[in-house]
Nanobody, 115 residues
């Protein structure tokens, strides 16, 4: 079955960096666009970044443009989110997402930006 497993979250100081990974299995990964979402406490889940199946097209939320980079390695069935210049407002649970006939979500990884 489809599985999406996020990793790489943690506690980081403002201005720091983290790299999230999402390992996918159970479907033809290279054929599907993938997304990263986040949800902060008391807020709705929001789309952070998206990448096309071949990795040639990416889109970002305005709040992360210039700081975050989404990428993928289809040979490893993995999508990444490189997060630089992190701010306290980036604190959230980050989720990997894809639509493969229906929506699939990982369990999420916590990112906390605090001094």
């Amino acid at each position: 079955q489809v599985q999406l497993v996020e990793s790489g979250g943690g506690l980081v100081q403002p201005g720091g960096s983290l790299r999230l990974s999402c390992a996918a299995s159970g479907f033809g990964f290279a054929s599907y666009a993938m997304n990263w979402y986040r949800q902060a406490p008391g807020k709705e889940r929001e789309l952070v970044a998206a990448i096309s199946s071949a990795g040639t097209t990416t889109t970002y939320a305005d709040s992360v443009k210039g700081r975050f980079t989404i990428s993928r390695e289809n040979a490893k069935n993995t999508v990444y989110l490189q997060m630089n210049s992190l701010k306290p407002e980036d604190t959230a649970v980050y989720y990997c997402n894809g639509y493969m006939g229906r929506e699939y979500w990982g369990r999420g990884t916590q990112v906390t930006v605090s001094s």
